[in-house]
């Protein structure tokens, strides 16, 4: 059984930078599609970034040029860079995988694993 832990939250100042990290253990995740989602209160969640098996990227429009995926196979570990962080950020963050190598995929209905979450706070 997959098992996701994410780590790597806490509270920032704007402009300050976080790297999240998703932990899987119980099976390799090298092969298969791997995204970050966030939940802020009242909102529903929304796709973040996502890395595909060959490295592919892809991210949402509003952390271009600020964030950066990234995987560690030999960790069997994915990360989130945040950068220039800003108090919208401010959520819970999710890391989701799609056991299978898959075009990179937005849609959260569409991950069969999800992590526990960690809590992003940036203050102004």
């Known amino acids: 059984q997959l098992q996701l832990e994410e780590s790597g939250g806490g509270l920032v100042q704007a402009g300050g930078s976080l790297r999240l990290s998703c932990a899987a253990s119980g099976r390799t995740v090298s092969s298969y599609t791997v995204a970050w989602f966030r939940q802020a209160p009242g909102k529903e969640r929304e796709f973040v970034a996502v890395?595909?098996?060959?490295?592919?990227?892809r991210y949402v429009d509003f952390v271009k040029g600020r964030f950066t995926i990234s995987r560690d196979n030999a960790q069997n570990t994915v990360y989130l860079q945040m950068n220039s962080l800003k108090p919208e950020d401010t959520a819970v963050y999710y890391c989701?995988?799609?056991?299978?190598?898959?075009?990179?995929?937005?849609?959260?209905?569409?991950?069969?694993?999800w992590g526990q979450g960690t809590q992003v706070t940036v203050s102004s």
């Open positions: 890395i595909g098996w060959n490295d592919n990227t």
């Open positions: 989701a995988v799609r056991p299978i190598s898959s075009t990179l995929i937005s849609l959260p209905q569409l991950y069969d694993y």
